[in-house]
């Protein structure tokens, strides 16, 4: 499918991109031969690579030539490139070779020395014969070196070997070197007693120790097994023969059969060695299907290659280390005790009722069935075996006669009340019930009355704010500032229209304007709204508990359709999604009442505008305008906060056209002309916070405007 996948995006580009130019193209971990052979195909060019290159790889090619793209592309992943006859040869090993001076250059990444051999034979074209070569993986760098000196660099790795540099040829042979024991000796390295064989040493070939081997047993062997090995650090004490051999072997990724008394040794997979070490567990499932357990298991316990179902016997078969059936066991142990097979028990209480049991049941007993009878003290539990006994023995535990009370709490509830115990008891000493406000104390009359006062002092209503809001919108004037001007005025009775006129905008507001910012302040606001130099945007009262959050928002929720461009047509189209602005004043407060009749408030504010609708024309969404201000600030209860700063301009465009003149074609442009202006608002949020006291009498707005008229012309009151 791959390679069916790359022709196909191949012959799409071939078309549409020119020989040796290679435009944006992107692979997310593909085959690096695959993405060579679209490379190929693309540029119409041959690139040949060889049995060193492998792997994987994620690149994305920009707009260039294919010699900077192949250079780059290569070069992370240790890949080198030449060209020849206009053919490109990948591989992991480079060599060039100057025949005038007989320096030899050589880079190799990651190859095993067989295939580097191989190469340099081919490019000086000189033989290279050798024995059998280890199978290890070499990285080397050598630049214009004779070619005997690069042999003795590749093969100094491994000492037992020379390089032997002939007439017309080159020989590269194995010497089995003698070490000392102490540091892994190849002679008596296999020794045999009593029928057992052992071996130990910190280095050794595998050809050697399957030498020793065989020649201390005495029996025949074919090595089928390609290259050499070398084994580190290799300890086995008392095996068998066969044992001793496969666990050789398994170090070397090699296995043996034995046919007509020889062993043939031969190559195995990684995989295949893992596989034998593999535990198998039989688990017979008695509470579940078997067929639904997998659907049961959590997402990523257990992958299909770890087990395997037997419908006959409702069982499971597990195969895998030890690390991956133990969770899936364990599991599944788990999950037969949950459904394991459940009874039927009747149980009948002494002094509670069951509709007093049930309130009383804690967490872990509140799903179970509990079926009720006509006898109000006797109940049906239908549950496992350990969760019946489990049940009987609390229900025991709290029917007892004058031992325990239910204590009903007013306004905490019972999970507040485990939160923060008083001294006087202990998590033992209550239980909680199926009633949030209500708990049950089975300790002794003396710490039931101790908890009963301290709960006087912990049952309390928690206090509760009252936010008066009043949010003012004002226009550009030359005084910006807000002040409160000191002075006297004194009202004569008679005065009442000229009251109603100062405060007649203001007697419907909630926020008692007079009271708590002063007659003049009213009565400048006053003007200022039948003037339309200022303009109320919001006017609530917020109520909440101390500590919670309180939210006012006064928005409108704009929806349009995302547009797009067609290519082709350049015409705009709907895409069909459909999305949302909302602008306009939100407000979030969070308020909580500290000591001396203090108020604490974090105060968040955002007032945000939609601009003009462009989407039909540009396909891209209005723009939007915001304004946040957040602060911390602590004010006594009923003392104002006031927030300032939120500045917007708005623009308007008036067009002053002449009457017939300016419908003249042309001439029509010089009657015609348009006046912009802008103006510049200041939203002002006035918070008042209280605390709520219940017995407080609400004022209307008729009483309101009586206590003001009272004040004026009864006292001839004195405003500041």
């Known amino acids: 499918m791959k390679i069916i996948y790359f022709i196909l995006v191949s012959i799409i580009l071939i078309s549409l991109v020119p020989a040796q130019e290679i435009k944006q193209m992107e692979f997310v971990n593909q085959s690096i031969k695959d993405i060579l052979f679209t490379l190929a195909q693309t540029t119409g060019t041959s690139i040949i690579a060889d049995d060193t290159v492998d792997g994987q790889a994620s690149y994305h090619f920009t707009d260039t030539d294919l010699d900077t793209a192949l250079e780059h592309f290569l070069e992370p992943y240790g890949l080198y490139f030449c060209k020849k006859d206009g053919i490109y040869y990948v591989s992991k090993v480079m060599v060039e070779y100057n025949n005038a001076t007989g320096a030899l250059t050589l880079f190799a990444n990651d190859v095993e020395p067989q295939l580097i051999l191989e190469k340099i034979s081919k490019e000086i074209k000189s033989t290279i014969l050798f024995d059998a070569l280890p199978l290890e993986k070499l990285c080397v760098n050598a630049e214009n070196l004779p070619v005997s000196r690069v042999l003795e660099i590749i093969m100094h790795r491994f000492n037992d070997y020379q390089v032997e540099e002939l007439e017309d040829y080159y020989y590269i042979k194995r010497q089995p070197v003698e070490r000392n024991n102490s540091s892994g000796s190849v002679a008596g390295t296999v020794t045999k007693e009593n029928g057992f064989f052992s071996i130990s040493a910190s280095s050794i070939r595998l050809t050697d120790v399957i030498t020793q081997l065989f020649s201390e047993s005495e029996l025949e062997y074919s090595m089928m097994k390609r290259g050499d090995f070398v084994l580190e650090n290799i300890h086995f004490k008392d095996k068998t023969f066969d044992e001793l051999l496969r666990l050789i072997l398994e170090r070397a990724d090699g296995d043996f059969t034995v046919r007509r008394n020889i062993y043939y040794i031969f190559d195995v997979s990684k995989n295949e060695i893992m596989k034998k070490m593999d535990d198998i567990e039989f688990i017979k499932l008695n509470n579940i299907p078997v067929e639904l357990l997998p659907s049961l298991f959590p997402a990523g316990l257990a992958s299909s290659s770890i087990f395997k179902i037997d419908k006959d016997n409702n069982a499971i078969i597990l195969s895998g280390s030890s690390e991956e059936t133990t969770p899936v066991r364990e599991f599944i142990i788990k999950l037969e005790s949950e459904y394991e097979e459940k009874q039927v028990s009747k149980l009948d209480l002494s002094f509670l009722t069951v509709d007093e049991l049930i309130k009383l049941l804690p967490f872990r007993f509140q799903k179970l069935q509990i079926v009720r009878t006509g006898n109000p003290g006797t109940l049906i539990l239908e549950a496992t075996k350990d969760q019946i006994d489990e049940f009987t023995s609390f229900m025991k535990m709290i029917d007892i006669h004058g031992e325990g009370l239910a204590v009903p709490l007013k306004y905490i509830r019972a999970e507040d009340l485990f939160k923060n115990l008083p001294p006087s008891i202990s998590e033992t000493d209550i239980i909680k019930s199926t009633d949030p406000n209500m708990v049950f104390f089975k300790g002794s009359k003396e710490m039931l009355d101790k908890f009963l006062k301290d ?5 309390k209503p928690i ?24 002075g006297n005025e004194i009202m ?16 419907n507001l909630n926020l008692d304007i007079v009271t708590t910012f002063g007659y003049l302040f009213a009565i400048d606001l006053n003007a200022k709204i039948s003037d339309s130099e200022a303009r109320v945007m919001a006017d609530t009262t917020l109520n909440g508990l101390t500590g919670e959050d309180i939210s ?9 359709r995302d547009i797009e461009i067609d290519p082709d047509t350049g015409e705009a189209r709907s895409t069909g999604v459909t999305r949302e602005i909302t602008s306009g004043l939100i407000i979030n407060i969070n308020g909580w009442v500290s000591g001396d009749n203090m108020i604490t408030m974090d105060v968040k504010s955002t007032v945000s505008k939609r601009g003009a609708d462009v989407s039909s024309s540009t396909g891209n969404p209005p723009p939007t305008s915001e304004k946040v201000i957040s602060t911390h600030v602590r004010t006594p209860s009923g003392d104002p906060v006031i927030i300032s700063g939120l500045l917007q301009q708005e623009r308007d465009v008036i067009l002053q056209k002449t009457p017939f003149l300016s419908a003249i074609p042309l001439l029509g442009w010089f009657f015609t002309s348009e006046v912009e202006t802008f103006t510049n608002t200041e939203l002002i949020i006035y918070i008042v ?11 209307t707005s008729h009483k309101i405007f009586k206590e003001y008229y009272e004040s004026f012309f009864a006292g001839n009151a004195v405003w500041k």
């Open 492 to 507: 004569e009775s008679g005065d009442q229209s000229s009251l109603l006129g100062s405060l007649g905008n203001l007697i």
């Open 552 to 560: 006012f928002q006064n928005t409108n929720t704009y929806r349009y």
């Open 463 to 486: 206090p509760q704010i009252r936010y008066e809001l009043l949010v003012v919108q004002y226009q550009e004037s030359k005084n910006k500032e807000f002040g409160i001007t000191v």
């Open 455 to 459: 709960l006087e002092y912990i049952d």
């Open 689 to 699: 916070p209280y605390i709520e006291y219940p017995e407080r009498e609400r004022l």
